[in-house]
């Protein structure tokens, strides 16, 4: 069988498990990006980004559903629950940890050392630890590493996915 680049991740039934009933009876994964984001041509930790999103939706048994917020309020779109969870270049740190919880997925550009970036989710619910459970499975099973490598952000992958662990 010919290899691919292409994620070949399925559903993780216990990541899946994880997901609160609500979500799961949706089937959709609402993802806070910001309007400044690429269109997903090109390399990038915003294509990145968008792309580990929608393979973490799949892993977690969900469809990925993009929602243009603007940069400055992708945080608190997550608090207010106009979206699921945000992800886009989000540096985990203390001011944003006051308002939710983030799961930390890759090192920060430029960031010393506990420079992560996180996707943010619900500060207290479940939703945070599925989600690093099914970044997990993808670590695992190495569908993470090809989405970095594609992307040219090999150097910068973690080796588990954390809960708000960065430096804040």
């Avoid at 309007?35 to 939706?57: I, N, P």
């Avoid at 977690?60 to 886009?88: K, M, N, Q, Y």
């Amino acid at each position: 069988m010919p290899s691919t680049t292409t994620s070949t991740t399925l559903v993780n039934k216990a990541a899946a498990q994880l997901v609160p009933p609500s979500l799961a009876a949706r089937g959709v994964l609402k993802i806070g990006v910001a309007a400044s984001s690429s269109s997903g041509e090109g390399h990038g930790t915003e294509t990145a980004d968008r792309q580990l999103a929608r393979q973490l939706a799949m892993t977690l048994g969900l469809r990925a559903a993009f929602i243009v917020v603007p940069e400055h309020d992708l945080v608190s779109s997550v608090a207010d629950g106009t979206v699921d969870v945000a992800i886009d270049n989000l540096v985990d740190t203390a001011s944003f940890e006051q308002h939710v919880a983030l799961v930390d997925y890759l090192t920060a550009l430029g960031g010393g050392a506990g420079s992560l970036l996180g996707i943010a989710a619900p500060r207290g619910g479940i939703l945070t630890e599925a989600l690093a459970s099914g970044l997990n499975v993808m670590i695992a099973s190495g569908s993470y590493g090809q989405i970095l490598a594609v992307n040219g952000l090999t150097a910068r992958a973690v080796s588990a996915a954390t809960i708000d662990a960065g430096s804040g």
